[in-house]
């Protein structure tokens, strides 16, 4: 088994290499800007957080989990709009981030849902989320807590659900 | 033979109204039969201290209604924000304006919680939840569709729909808005509201 998975490799990093010319075990370069989540009430389960992914490096990437210390868990979720209705699921697999482009978790669309606050999310604060990608490993990011007034991202009409 | 006898003795202006309230009868049978079917009407759910909140306590000022969940990530927050803002807008006339937000998730959504998500906005807004049954009843009243959906780790989720319903200060059903109306078309519909 172990020399079969041994070859397989050889055989990607060859072909890679053949491609693009650069070694296949080169890990993503990823850049993260803009972290943000809004502000929660008292009360309020869940929370929403948003960012921008870059990807500088020549091979593409997974955002396969996250987690923070001020939620239970942290998941990563969609948002469609179909027919009137608003439909937000959970994305097991996560995020794909194609080499040198960038993926947007905005309102109505990619985000990562704060699951089982352990207290609410504060207008001005920051919160630390640990992201993790397929190659690139983790990368924490403060993401700054913005006010429900301040967050407003996206004007109607709605962006055609992806 | 009969009823040749009877037509022919009815007056001659009968036959110049007869058609009339025949075409007259049709207009409003098949007006009332392409009426969609009516929504809105009384409710009765729980406010923030959990007390009884009903249809009753909205009377006398026009209100918009939407029905969503605290833990729904943006639309939800982005159509309360939308409405607050489209309020500011109408000045004075927006002040009649009452916004009311119904969490369809009463499992999560306490009314404590639901009525602190509200003052997020910095907007004067209702909020409001109740047992689930109550919940079903007013969704059925507005002909609001909302389903639980499983996750693949576990908890679910809410599909809801996401139009927001205006309804006059006698508690009649006028219009709603919709999430692909623009501000002006939306603005347009909340003006013909609180001019009622």
Request: aromatic share 6%.
């Given at each position: 088994?172990?020399s079969?998975?041994?070859?397989?490799?050889l055989?990607?990093?060859?072909?890679?290499?053949?491609?693009?010319?650069?070694?296949?075990?080169?890990?993503?370069?990823?850049r993260?800007?803009?972290p943000?989540?809004?502000?929660?009430?008292?009360?309020q389960?869940?929370?929403?957080?948003?960012?921008?992914?870059?990807?500088?490096?020549?091979?593409?990437?997974?955002?396969?989990?996250a987690?923070?210390?001020?939620?239970?868990?942290?998941?990563?979720?969609?948002?469609?709009?179909?027919?009137g209705?608003?439909r937000?699921r959970e994305?097991?697999e996560?995020?794909?981030?194609?080499?040198?482009?960038?993926?947007?978790?905005k309102?109505?669309?990619?985000?990562?849902?704060f699951?089982?606050?352990?207290?609410?999310?504060?207008?001005?604060?920051?919160?630390?989320?640990?992201?993790?990608?397929?190659?690139?490993?983790?990368?924490?990011?403060?993401?700054?807590v913005?006010?429900?007034?301040?967050?407003m991202m996206?004007?109607?009409?709605?962006?055609?659900?992806? | 033979?009969?009823?040749r006898?009877?037509?022919?003795?009815?007056?001659?202006?009968?036959?110049?109204?007869?058609?009339?309230?025949a075409?007259?009868?049709?207009?409003?049978?098949?007006?009332?039969?392409?009426?969609?079917?009516?929504?809105?009407?009384a409710?009765?759910?729980?406010?923030?201290?959990?007390?009884?909140?009903?249809d009753?306590?909205?009377?006398?000022?026009?209100?918009?209604?939407?029905?969503g969940?605290?833990r729904?990530?943006?639309?939800?927050?982005?159509?309360?924000?939308?409405?607050?803002d489209?309020?500011?807008?109408?000045?004075?006339d927006?002040?009649?304006?009452?916004?009311?937000?119904?969490?369809?998730?009463p499992?999560?959504?306490?009314p404590?919680?639901?009525?602190?998500?509200?003052?997020?906005?910095?907007?004067?807004?209702?909020g409001?939840?109740?047992?689930?049954?109550?919940?079903?009843?007013?969704?059925?009243?507005?002909?609001?569709?909302?389903?639980?959906?499983?996750q693949?780790?576990?908890?679910?989720?809410?599909d809801?729909?996401?139009?927001?319903?205006?309804?006059?200060?006698?508690?009649?059903?006028?219009?709603?808005?919709s999430?692909?109306?623009?501000?002006?078309?939306?603005?347009?519909?909340?003006?013909?509201?609180?001019?009622?």
């Amino acid at each position: 088994m172990k020399s079969h998975s041994m070859i397989a490799m050889l055989a990607l990093a060859f072909m890679a290499t053949g491609i693009r010319n650069v070694p296949a075990a080169a890990p993503a370069q990823l850049r993260i800007e803009a972290p943000w989540a809004r502000e929660t009430a008292e009360g309020q389960r869940d929370g929403g957080g948003f960012m921008t992914i870059v990807n500088d490096g020549k091979s593409a990437d997974q955002l396969v989990a996250a987690s923070s210390p001020v939620s239970a868990e942290v998941q990563i979720h969609t948002v469609q709009m179909e027919n009137g209705m608003m439909r937000m699921r959970e994305l097991p697999e996560g995020i794909a981030i194609p080499a040198q482009g960038r993926v947007e978790l905005k309102p109505r669309s990619l985000h990562i849902m704060f699951i089982k606050l352990q207290r609410p999310l504060r207008a001005g604060e920051k919160v630390p989320v640990t992201l993790k990608f397929r190659a690139g490993g983790e990368q924490t990011v403060m993401m700054e807590v913005r006010a429900m007034a301040a967050s407003m991202m996206s004007p109607m009409p709605a962006p055609p659900a992806k | 033979m009969t009823q040749r006898g009877i037509l022919a003795r009815r007056p001659a202006w009968s036959v110049a109204v007869l058609p009339v309230v025949a075409v007259a009868a049709g207009a409003f049978l098949s007006h009332w039969l392409q009426r969609p079917p009516s929504i809105g009407g009384a409710f009765e759910l729980l406010d923030r201290d959990s007390r009884p909140f009903t249809d009753a306590n909205l009377r006398g000022r026009p209100f918009a209604i939407y029905f969503g969940y605290t833990r729904c990530p943006d639309v939800c927050p982005t159509t309360l924000l939308h409405l607050a803002d489209w309020r500011r807008r109408m000045g004075a006339d927006g002040e009649k304006l009452q916004i009311v937000f119904v969490s369809v998730d009463p499992e999560i959504d306490t009314p404590a919680s639901v009525g602190a998500y509200v003052d997020l906005f910095r907007a004067s807004m209702i909020g409001l939840t109740g047992t689930p049954a109550q919940v079903a009843a007013i969704a059925d009243a507005y002909r609001v569709v909302y389903a639980k959906v499983p996750q693949p780790s576990g908890g679910y989720n809410v599909d809801h729909s996401t139009a927001v319903f205006l309804v006059d200060s006698a508690g009649r059903y006028v219009d709603s808005i919709s999430p692909l109306d623009n501000d002006e078309a939306a603005l347009a519909k909340l003006r013909t509201l609180v001019a009622r």
